[in-house]
């Protein structure tokens, strides 16, 4: 089986991570998929290759507790490993060969330059059928890339259906836990999916147990209140209906509501309107007014010309 260069190799997506917080807009970015090995020369690769192709595996009954060969301590400048460069470029019959010669061996759990395993990698090259067998051979499904994203975190960013199946139905004893964890950016599984406007993993997340109104980790916005960022109605109805919590506050004390002031869609404010707690409805004081009259009524204020917020 020849061993090729994967053609998809410049994935374009959103990041939430890339979110504006000023502006809401969301900023393109790029997924690398082969932590640089494109960036190879080409008689580096082809000598990668060549490797690759004359690699010989034992039978895996001869190794029967799963223990692997000296070849798996062999890696590229990028820190890919065999099975990171067949997941890659797809050379299956490869993966699987290497698969069952290290079935439960911590091989399978290496992690590149980036703190890619091989399963983060099968997930953004969209192999369900890889991921389903890395699980099954002992792959850890709460390892984080460099980003802090399991593999889950990056099916959730991509809207992989088949791969966010494959990983919520395999390994479940760890599921729980995968869909609390924050990525290094603060945010669980459920705001990924929606802020990319994937309702039916949002709603798919809840029922296997992830919280509606789990808070991301910056400013301590839920989904909700992401989906009032974006203007999203539909999904603002999808996370009502799943017991989204209207009157759920911010770090900086803001309801769901409170965000519909300024936007354009009157839809959304309406709906918020209605079922947010009526002391809650007022727009909290500012830290930064509350700051300016303590500072407008200190007589030992040196500099009483001094603005704040323009004032």
Same mark, same amino acid.
């Given at each position: 089986?020849?061993?090729?260069? =994967?053609?998809?190799?410049?994935?374009?997506?959103?990041?939430?991570?890339?979110? =504006?917080?000023?502006?809401?807009?969301?900023?393109?970015?790029? %997924?690398?998929?082969?932590?640089?090995?494109?960036?190879? !020369?080409?008689?580096?690769?082809? !000598?990668?290759?060549?490797?690759?192709?004359?690699?010989?595996?034992?039978?895996?009954?001869?190794?029967?507790?799963?223990?692997?060969?000296?070849?798996?301590?062999?890696?590229?400048?990028?820190?890919?490993?065999?099975?990171?460069? /067949?997941?890659?470029?797809?050379?299956?019959?490869? /993966? $699987?060969?290497?698969?069952?010669?290290?079935?439960?061996?911590?091989?399978?759990?290496?992690?590149?330059?980036?703190?890619?395993?091989?399963?983060?990698? /099968?997930?953004?090259?969209?192999?369900?059928?890889?991921? %389903?067998?890395?699980? !099954? /051979?002992?792959?850890?499904?709460?390892?984080?890339?460099?980003?802090?994203?399991?593999?889950?975190?990056?099916?959730?960013?991509?809207?992989?259906?088949?791969?966010?199946?494959?990983?919520?139905?395999?390994?479940? +004893?760890?599921?729980?836990?995968?869909?609390?964890?924050?990525?290094?950016?603060?945010?669980?599984?459920?705001? $990924?999916?929606?802020?990319?406007?994937?309702?039916?993993?949002?709603?798919?997340?809840?029922?296997?147990?992830?919280?509606?109104?789990?808070?991301? +980790?910056?400013?301590?916005?839920?989904?909700?209140?992401?989906?009032?960022?974006?203007?999203?109605?539909?999904?603002?109805?999808?996370?009502?209906?799943?017991?989204?919590?209207?009157?759920?506050?911010?770090?900086?004390?803001?309801?769901?509501?409170?965000?519909?002031?300024? *936007?354009?869609?009157?839809?959304?404010? *309406?709906?918020?309107?209605? *079922?947010?707690?009526?002391?809650?409805?007022?727009?909290?004081?500012?830290?930064?007014?509350?700051?300016?009259?303590?500072?407008?009524?200190?007589?030992?204020?040196?500099? %009483?010309? $001094?603005?704040?917020?323009?004032?």
């Amino acid at each position: 089986m020849d061993v090729h260069r =994967d053609p998809r190799i410049n994935y374009m997506d959103c990041d939430l991570e890339e979110m =504006d917080t000023k502006s809401r807009k969301m900023q393109p970015c790029e %997924d690398r998929v082969d932590s640089g090995v494109d960036s190879l !020369k080409e008689d580096e690769y082809r !000598k990668i290759v060549e490797e690759m192709e004359n690699l010989s595996l034992p039978n895996a009954s001869a190794n029967p507790k799963g223990m692997c060969e000296p070849w798996t301590e062999e890696v590229t400048e990028d820190g890919d490993t065999y099975l990171h460069l /067949a997941i890659i470029h797809e050379a299956e019959e490869y /993966a $699987i060969q290497i698969i069952k010669q290290c079935q439960n061996d911590p091989f399978l759990n290496r992690q590149n330059n980036q703190r890619q395993t091989a399963l983060h990698l /099968a997930v953004i090259t969209e192999q369900p059928h890889m991921v %389903d067998r890395l699980l !099954k /051979a002992g792959c850890d499904p709460r390892l984080v890339d460099q980003s802090g994203n399991t593999a889950l975190h990056i099916a959730c960013r991509r809207g992989s259906l088949a791969c966010f199946s494959v990983l919520t139905q395999i390994q479940t +004893q760890h599921l729980r836990s995968v869909l609390t964890f924050p990525n290094y950016s603060g945010h669980a599984c459920i705001h $990924i999916a929606a802020v990319h406007n994937y309702l039916s993993m949002v709603e798919s997340l809840v029922q296997l147990g992830a919280d509606v109104n789990a808070k991301e +980790q910056c400013s301590g916005r839920t989904s909700l209140h992401l989906a009032v960022d974006m203007q999203n109605l539909e999904l603002v109805h999808t996370l009502i209906a799943l017991g989204a919590d209207v009157n759920s506050l911010t770090y900086g004390g803001y309801t769901p509501y409170h965000l519909t002031f300024g *936007r354009h869609n009157s839809e959304i404010q *309406r709906q918020l309107y209605s *079922r947010t707690a009526q002391e809650l409805r007022p727009m909290p004081e500012s830290e930064s007014e509350e700051s300016e009259e303590e500072l407008s009524s200190d007589d030992d204020c040196m500099y %009483d010309d $001094i603005q704040f917020c323009g004032r």
